[in-house]
């Protein structure tokens, strides 16, 4: 670990934003599914939630993350529906990519609030019943003579959309994580075969220096 690198580490955890999220409901195909981590990554998301398909587990396709799976966690849901409503008790807006007669322009909302973006499947999209149970329904005007984006293009559209505002907004400005977490993550971050070892000796993870260095 280089004071360089560990600097970068808390640099980006400071930018983190544990209120913006997406959830991915049975997005098959790995290049979308880490196309997708990738620009969480890129806007900040802490931590995205996935449904997994069907007839497998969650995809991944390192090329296309570009490591983006190594810095932003995925938790996975039994379905949409459930996860929708888990989200929102936890005080999240839930935004459903769905095209219905209630549906708005993807940059309406306000994405300073808590906010999830719900994905769907590349050839069904968002089922009825989740759009059903989402805060809103968005859309992204369509002009041409197809209907709908690839879902890692919505996805980067929208999340882009997010950040904008919240930059506007300073939620960039200052630290969202608190610093319990941040301390815990950027162990976790700078020395990711270490940290697993502390866990399963149920032992708290070691004070770093200002360089990264293990003090203890």
């Not at 913006?20 to 900040?44: Q, Y």
């Not at 919505?154 to 907004?169: D, K």
């Not at 708290?204 to 990264?212: H, I, K, S, V, W």
Request: aromatic share 6%; proline share 6%.
């Amino acid at each position: 670990m280089t004071p360089e690198r560990y600097a970068k580490i808390r640099r980006v955890l400071s930018l983190r934003q544990p209120t913006l999220t997406v959830l991915m409901d049975e997005v098959n195909k790995p290049h979308n599914f880490s196309a997708i981590l990738r620009t969480c990554d890129a806007v900040g998301v802490l931590e995205a939630h996935a449904v997994p398909p069907e007839n497998g587990g969650v995809p991944t396709f390192e090329a296309t993350s570009g490591s983006a799976h190594k810095w932003v966690g995925v938790q996975t849901h039994s379905d949409a529906v459930s996860a929708v409503r888990a989200l929102q008790a936890r005080g999240f807006q839930v935004l459903a990519t769905h095209l219905s007669d209630a549906s708005v322009d993807y940059r309406a909302p306000d994405y300073t609030k808590p906010t999830c973006v719900l994905l769907g499947a590349e050839k069904w999209g968002v089922s009825g019943e989740a759009a059903a149970v989402a805060d809103a329904n968005i859309v992204i005007p369509m002009l041409g003579m197809v209907q709908s984006l690839n879902v890692s293009v919505a996805a980067a559209t929208i999340l882009f959309e997010a950040q904008r505002q919240r930059l506007s907004a300073g939620l960039y400005a200052q630290p969202q994580l608190a610093a319990g977490a941040l301390e815990r993550l950027a162990f976790e971050w700078a020395y990711p075969e270490l940290a697993p070892l502390y866990r399963e000796r149920g032992e708290p993870y070691p004070e770093l220096g200002a360089g990264g260095e293990v003090l203890s």
